[in-house]
């Protein structure tokens, strides 16, 4: 069975097909397209199951959401929130505020910082409504991932930190 869509994709346009097929298997595709340096690197294999195989894959698929979560009411252990809170930094913060948290140009430093070094409330402030339209909001982070950036950044560097947890701010409301 030939496998065939053909859709053109267009920077900031989302597009998607649906292709319907009755005979479950495995098909593998390529793309036709030359659009981008790894385009001889494209493959596309489409699995096509039953749907009672489908809906047992998405069961699954949620348990293992599940399992991921982190539990916003679980006490972590200092270490615990350093550690995430240094891949959170990392993936997120060091881009602007540099890895050793010195910053640079309009990103202030986080070492030694007066924010990052006070109350609770003033740094988590900053991470949720972003600040003077330069550093965005991370709204879309976790509770968890929110209090072990703020931890990292109060036990890292040489300039200080308070050398506390931050708590999460589900904790915060109760």
Same mark, same amino acid.
């Given at each position: 069975?030939?496998?065939?869509?053909?859709?053109?994709?267009?920077?900031?346009?989302?597009?998607?097909? =649906?292709?319907?097929?009755?005979?479950?298997? /495995? $098909?593998?595709?390529? !793309? *036709?397209?030359?659009?981008?340096?790894?385009?001889?690197?494209?493959?596309?294999?489409?699995?096509?199951?039953?749907?009672?195989?489908?809906?047992?894959?998405?069961?699954?698929?949620?348990?293992?959401?599940?399992?991921?979560?982190?539990?916003?009411?679980?006490?972590?252990?200092?270490? =615990?929130?350093?550690?995430?809170?240094?891949? /959170? $930094?990392?993936?997120? !913060? *060091?881009?602007?505020?540099?890895?050793?948290?010195?910053?640079a140009g309009a990103f202030p430093a986080l070492d030694g910082s007066k924010i990052v070094n006070g109350p609770d409330a003033a740094q988590m402030h900053i991470l949720l409504e972003g600040k003077n339209n330069i550093m965005p909001s991370w709204k879309a982070l976790s509770d968890v991932e929110l209090a072990s950036v703020m931890t990292f950044t109060r036990n890292s560097w040489e300039g200080g930190g308070a050398g506390n947890n931050a708590s999460t701010p589900a904790a915060e409301s109760k």
């Amino acid at each position: 069975m030939v496998f065939r869509l053909f859709l053109h994709c267009l920077r900031e346009q989302i597009n998607n097909q =649906e292709p319907k097929t009755e005979k479950i298997g /495995v $098909y593998r595709c390529e !793309c *036709a397209e030359l659009c981008g340096k790894d385009h001889a690197f494209m493959p596309i294999v489409v699995n096509v199951v039953s749907a009672e195989d489908y809906k047992k894959w998405v069961d699954g698929k949620k348990k293992e959401m599940v399992a991921l979560a982190d539990d916003p009411t679980k006490t972590y252990t200092l270490d =615990e929130l350093v550690s995430r809170g240094e891949k /959170v $930094y990392a993936a997120n !913060c *060091a881009v602007c505020h540099q890895p050793n948290g010195n910053g640079a140009g309009a990103f202030p430093a986080l070492d030694g910082s007066k924010i990052v070094n006070g109350p609770d409330a003033a740094q988590m402030h900053i991470l949720l409504e972003g600040k003077n339209n330069i550093m965005p909001s991370w709204k879309a982070l976790s509770d968890v991932e929110l209090a072990s950036v703020m931890t990292f950044t109060r036990n890292s560097w040489e300039g200080g930190g308070a050398g506390n947890n931050a708590s999460t701010p589900a904790a915060e409301s109760k």
